[in-house]
């Protein structure tokens, strides 16, 4: 195991003016549950500290170039990302993204594992695209169990421990896609305005399985105002038990005045054991579509875009699902309050 947050119990716990006293001696971190995974583990940390301004690469290569998996931990910390902080840029700090390739490189072909943590969006293009990279594990900032989360769901433990978290935010490919500070309005911001390519969306997330929607039913019209009800079966199609996060979207294709390309009404969690299709019965509440414009709220007459299934529809990445459709009539115009 290598990289600065391997064994600090500081920097998982994120910003210590809104966190509890971090105790060591109670915090598990990457390297004290991770190194439960093998008899022989060597560790280390590569840097001086989480801003890796001095790096160590021969520390690196010595951990990493006779093991049979390697995990690199990496991020931010609360140095970075706190109150009364900004970042100035997407990029790792410091020499952390050479300390990745060096051990890609000195591990010579054996899985990478790059486990993340950072409260916003980082630069792991690399990392994404370079095939030595097995995986990436973003892991926010867990705090005092780390350790236990991380080989819980690398073990998949217990046989119900696959991975079932998604993304809370977009995670933009460069830092040219995120809007002026000093621009207020929504354009470009959250996956709602966002036109461009991100390199994760908002909603993205993996599983250690596969699963596939069917049957998407919904009312042909809707009136104004009321709540949309829908079913839909999902199928776990992989080899494990596993929790489907199911999300609901929809859109206005033919609207006439500024609108969100896409609204997130719905989301579930449901655990499907292998092969045995269940059928979910949702619904979705009138206020989380209507529109707001010149100061009401509105239901615009027309078709309105139903997309259900475990991501966004469109999307360039595939999480291994598929995503449904349907097309609701709004039947009049209204404004309402909602």
């Not at 940390?45 to 001095?54: A, F, H, L, R, Y």
């Not at 989360?149 to 998949?156: M, Q």
């Not at 929809?250 to 719905?266: E, H």
């Amino acid at each position: 195991m290598v990289g600065p947050m391997i064994n600090n119990a500081s920097t998982v716990y994120g910003d210590p003016t809104k966190s509890p006293t971090v105790d060591p001696e109670v915090t598990v971190t990457p390297l004290k549950a991770l190194g439960q995974l093998g008899r022989d583990v060597t560790s280390a940390e590569g840097c001086d500290d989480v801003s890796c301004d001095d790096y160590n690469s021969g520390e690196v290569k010595n951990a990493v170039e006779k093991s049979d998996i390697v995990f690199v931990c990496l991020g931010t910390g609360h140095w970075q990302e706190s109150e009364g902080h900004d970042r100035t840029d997407l990029e790792l700090p410091g020499k952390q993204l050479q300390l990745l390739k060096d051990a890609v490189t000195f591990s010579q072909g054996v899985p990478v594992v790059l486990v993340l943590f950072n409260a916003g969006p980082l630069n792991v293009t690399w990392a994404d695209q370079h095939p030595g990279v097995t995986a990436i594990l973003e892991c926010f900032f867990p705090a005092q169990t780390t350790g236990t989360a991380l080989l819980h769901v690398l073990t998949n433990y217990g046989g119900t421990s696959s991975p079932a978290g998604r993304l809370p935010n977009t995670w933009p490919l460069l830092a040219s896609q995120i809007p002026p500070m000093v621009d207020y309005s929504m354009t470009g911001r959250t996956y709602r305005y966002f036109d461009g390519s991100p390199l994760y969306p908002f909603g993205y997330g993996l599983s250690y399985t596969t699963f596939s929607y069917s049957d998407l039913k919904t009312p042909h019209s809707l009136s104004p105002n009321h709540d949309l009800t829908l079913s839909v079966t999902v199928t776990n199609t992989g080899n494990y038990t596993a929790d489907e996060v199911t999300q609901v979207y929809v859109s206005w294709p033919n609207i006439q005045f500024p609108a969100p390309r896409l609204q997130l009404v719905a989301v579930t969690r449901t655990t499907l054991t292998q092969n045995k299709p269940v059928t979910l019965n949702l619904n979705v509440e009138a206020a989380t579509f209507a529109l707001y414009t010149k100061s009401e709220w509105f239901f615009p007459p027309g078709v309105m875009r139903v997309y259900v299934g475990g991501q966004q529809p469109n999307q360039k990445r595939s999480v291994g699902s598929n995503v449904l459709t349907n097309d609701v009539i709004i039947t009049k115009t209204t404004v309402e309050n909602v």
